[in-house]
């Protein structure tokens, strides 16, 4: 079967800097998503990875490593907005994407 | 911006009612996602549509139906509601099948059926 493996819920402190781990199991592969999702609204688009490496957009950076089927997505400079559900989901080889069930990050001053 | 508009935030329904959730975008997206989200669980495809008039089965179809008569506007149908529908709710859409394909969500329709 499929699977997207992440953690439920993490915490950080303002300032600092969170790496969120994504890990997946699917029949193929087309590309990987971040998106992130604050309470009561609807997600955004944050990255997407469909080469091996590092992508950088700002203060949010998304690694990617096909072979080892891991993905992560690094937070840096916390900020008391960053408080959200961040979601991770592969596009399969038909090209569907398969969700993980969200990391909540907490951030506390 | 893309917008992707859902008409209620909020509803509360009873056992057995016709549930209609609309979504309606305005960027000319071919594509267009009903999902539902549960705590604890990822979320789930019940149809979509990447045409006029075209539908498609996701991964938890049954009790619902979709209409696409515009290509800006997707329903969701609950023909009889039940309580295991009690759910949020979200449509998306996006511009192209291949590539990226970055969805663009609603704000969701938050379902009590009682």
């Known amino acids: 079967g499929q699977n997207i493996d992440q953690p439920t819920e993490m915490t950080a402190t303002e300032g600092a800097i969170v790496q969120i781990n994504c890990t997946y199991q699917?029949?193929?592969?087309?590309?990987l998503f971040w998106y992130q999702q604050h309470a009561g609204e609807a997600p955004t688009f944050l990255s997407y990875?469909?080469l091996d490496g590092l992508e950088e957009k700002g203060r949010f950076s998304s690694f990617l490593s096909r072979s080892k089927g891991y993905s992560y997505l690094l937070l840096k400079e916390l900020q008391m907005k960053d408080s959200a559900s961040y979601l991770c989901?592969?596009?399969?080889?038909?090209?569907?994407?398969?969700w993980g069930a969200g990391t909540k990050l907490i951030i506390k001053p | 911006d893309v917008k992707v508009t859902q008409s209620s935030r909020y509803l509360v329904k009873r056992t057995g009612e016709k549930v209609f959730l609309e979504c309606v975008q305005d960027?000319?997206?071919?594509?267009m996602f009903w999902y539902r989200q549960d705590p604890g669980l990822g979320l789930r495809l019940i149809y979509f549509?990447?045409?006029?008039?075209?539908?498609e089965k996701g991964d938890i179809p049954e009790g619902y139906s979709v209409s696409r008569e515009k290509k800006e506007r997707f329903s969701l149908i609950l023909e009889s509601a039940s309580t295991n529908q009690t759910s949020m709710y979200l449509c998306?859409?996006?511009?192209?099948?291949?590539?990226?394909?970055?969805?663009?969500f609603g704000a969701g329709s938050r379902l009590t059926v009682l």
């Open positions: 699917t029949s193929g592969f087309n590309g």
């Open positions: 989901a592969v596009k399969d080889s038909n090209y569907q994407l398969i």
């Open positions: 549509s990447y045409d006029v008039k075209m539908k």
């Open positions: 990875n469909v």
């Open positions: 998306a859409s996006s511009l192209s099948e291949s590539g990226a394909n970055v969805l663009t």
């Open positions: 960027m000319d997206h071919e594509n």
